[in-house]
């Protein structure tokens, strides 16, 4: 883990999606962070110590799905499949596909194997809000909020659009695993990766923090809010600085307890190797995303922090 000191920066940015804007003064306290993705590896030694299964090794209760058959409730999860002709992307079904038998373990569907394709030093993916949670509790950490994320992810270079920046490629060079070309049909593959690569693949920040951009996307701990939660009760044009805010609130229609009431969604940060320059141009600190917590995906991972400093 690498220790952040905390501090004070420019959160979000008004240079590309509405739900990022407007900037505002924030300050995070000093944490600990993982200096990458929880991998493979990692994930495999806490399902082995205590026999964990993660929500897509579980079929889902049709009760809570309406208009789910008995024949469709099978464990499984959200695989992207990369398709052959240019295709409508303003409908994610285009290339996303729920594949029975998904899981971290098979990554890409039924017939695929971490162990055999070598993917114990890439982040686990296929990892819903509560597999994620369930890791950092036994290992004695926390998920980062929104806030601690972006800090750390800019690395120290406060209000610059990228990790590294202002320039996404600088004279050509790959900083991060992205897609580049045009999504989802031809990937140029310039950074040498279909999908996920090995963490540290790419160079550190300036905190020396890996994949914090791209890779893949990762949990944070805070419900998502179309607009940043803190500027709801003040003036979005306020001087003052917002200290550890903790985004969004749990939506009142959301109740487990009730069949078929799933809208619970927490933010995801960093964006992922499918973000492109033609969809989804999300591979920023800046940058956030909401996604259901009981959906796995094949390009969602995490990682963990600490919040006191004696804890390395």
């Not at 509560?130 to 209000?159: C, S, V």
């Not at 951009?213 to 805070?222: A, M």
Request: aromatic residues 12%; charged residues 20%; contains cysteine.
């Amino acid at each position: 883990m690498i220790w952040i000191p905390g501090g004070t920066f420019a959160m979000g940015s008004d240079k590309f999606y509405p739900e990022e804007a407007p900037v505002r003064r924030v300050s995070v306290d000093g944490f600990w962070i993982d200096a990458t993705p929880v991998t493979n590896h990692q994930y495999a030694q806490f399902v082995a110590a205590t026999g964990y299964r993660t929500v897509a090794e579980v079929a889902p209760d049709p009760a809570q799905y309406p208009g789910m058959t008995p024949e469709m409730a099978q464990p499984g999860s959200l695989v992207f499949h990369k398709t052959v002709v240019p295709v409508d992307t303003g409908n994610p079904a285009n290339w996303w596909r729920f594949d029975f038998g998904a899981d971290w373990r098979h990554p890409l569907g039924p017939e695929s194997d971490a162990d055999s394709l070598g993917l114990w030093d890439h982040p686990v993916v296929q990892i819903a809000y509560a597999d994620a949670q369930a890791y950092a509790e036994w290992a004695g950490k926390d998920l980062p909020t929104e806030a601690e994320f972006e800090f750390a992810a800019r690395g120290g270079l406060d209000g610059a659009d990228y990790a590294w920046g202002d320039e996404l490629a600088p004279d050509g060079a790959m900083l991060a695993n992205y897609w580049q070309g045009l999504f989802p049909f031809a990937n140029q593959l310039l950074d040498g990766w279909e999908r996920t690569s090995p963490v540290g693949s790419f160079p550190a920040n300036g905190y020396g923090l890996f994949d914090m951009i791209g890779n893949t996307w990762e949990w944070t701990s805070d419900w998502w809010s179309d607009r940043p939660d803190v500027l709801r009760k003040k003036d979005p044009q306020s001087c003052c600085t917002v200290s550890n805010p903790r985004g969004g609130k749990l939506k009142n229609s959301f109740d487990p307890s009730q069949p078929g009431v799933r809208i619970g969604r927490k933010v995801l940060k960093g964006g992922s190797h499918l973000c492109a320059a033609n969809y989804c141009q999300r591979y920023r600190p800046a940058a956030r995303h909401p996604e259901m917590i009981d959906t796995a995906t094949s390009h969602i991972g995490f990682r963990c922090v600490r919040r006191h400093p004696s804890m390395a």
